[in-house]
């Protein structure tokens, strides 16, 4: 799976937008962006996750680029509840299905 | 609702004891997996199943065990033969193992504690 490249820590006001990027700029073509977060002592949490048009839930929005090297999480309307670890992750199936490579993330704090 | 239920939530053991983890899922998905989380890391593969009766060695599998017997269910072993077994962890399980757009959905994940 590529490795993924993403800021340690971002902050965002309670209300406003919070845009998480990363970078993954060595994706293969079969592999798809998936974002997960954690809360402090609990299970990650599925957000999203696309190929390479952008994807929107009811959680978020994914905006992945055009040559699929980067793609930004977008939380529309932040709350204080959205605080925890954001990852990133290129997953791909094959030999190594299943196994989700988590990198360090990036601690988002939303602030009232 | 459907989900994955690990219990217990906080688990302690005195050192050189096997202590058995639980993890149960009534979301019909085939594959389940275990893997480790260490304060400030990343999450790491233990061990994956497939299907029932079948599951595979992760990337640090060594000093755990597991058996899948049932669909819904994946029990993690922590033997006495595994050297640092204080850690958070984590089940997850997909539809199916494999496949670009297999989603791992996870539990709350269990605090091991050895004393």
């Known amino acids: 799976d590529a490795k993924t490249t993403q800021p340690p820590s971002m902050d965002c006001a309670e209300g406003r937008a919070a845009n998480l990027p990363c970078n993954h700029s060595?994706?293969?073509?079969?592999?798809?962006v998936y974002w997960y977060r954690q809360i402090h002592s609990q299970g990650p949490q599925y957000i999203i996750h696309?190929?390479?048009n952008n994807e929107t839930n009811e959680m978020a929005s994914l905006i992945i680029t055009e040559d699929r090297k980067s793609s930004t999480l977008i939380l529309p309307h932040a709350t204080l509840r959205d605080t925890a670890v954001y990852y990133c992750?290129?997953?791909?199936?094959?030999?190594?299905?299943?196994?989700?490579?988590f990198g360090q993330g990036t601690i988002l704090t939303v602030h009232p | 609702d459907g989900g994955i239920t690990q219990s217990p939530k906080y688990l302690f053991r005195k050192e050189g004891q096997n202590v058995t983890l639980s993890c149960e899922q009534n979301?019909?998905?085939?594959?389940m997996y275990w893997y480790r989380q260490d304060p400030g890391q990343g999450l790491r593969l233990i061990y994956y199943?497939?299907?029932?009766?079948?599951?595979q060695k992760g990337d640090i599998a060594e000093g755990y065990s597991v058996s899948r017997e049932k669909k819904e269910s994946f029990p993690l072993t922590v033997t006495s033969a595994q050297k640092n077994p204080t850690a958070f962890y984590l089940c997850?399980?997909?539809?199916?193992?494999?496949?670009?757009?297999?989603?791992?959905?996870f539990g709350p994940g269990t605090r091991l504690t050895v004393l």
């Open positions: 199943s497939q299907i029932v009766n079948d599951f």
């Open positions: 060595t994706i293969s073509g079969n592999e798809y």
């Open positions: 992750i290129v997953h791909a199936g094959g030999t190594s299905y299943g196994k989700l490579t």
């Open positions: 997850a399980s997909s539809i199916a193992g494999g496949g670009t757009t297999d989603t791992q959905y």
């Open positions: 696309g190929l390479k």
């Open positions: 979301l019909n998905h085939d594959a």
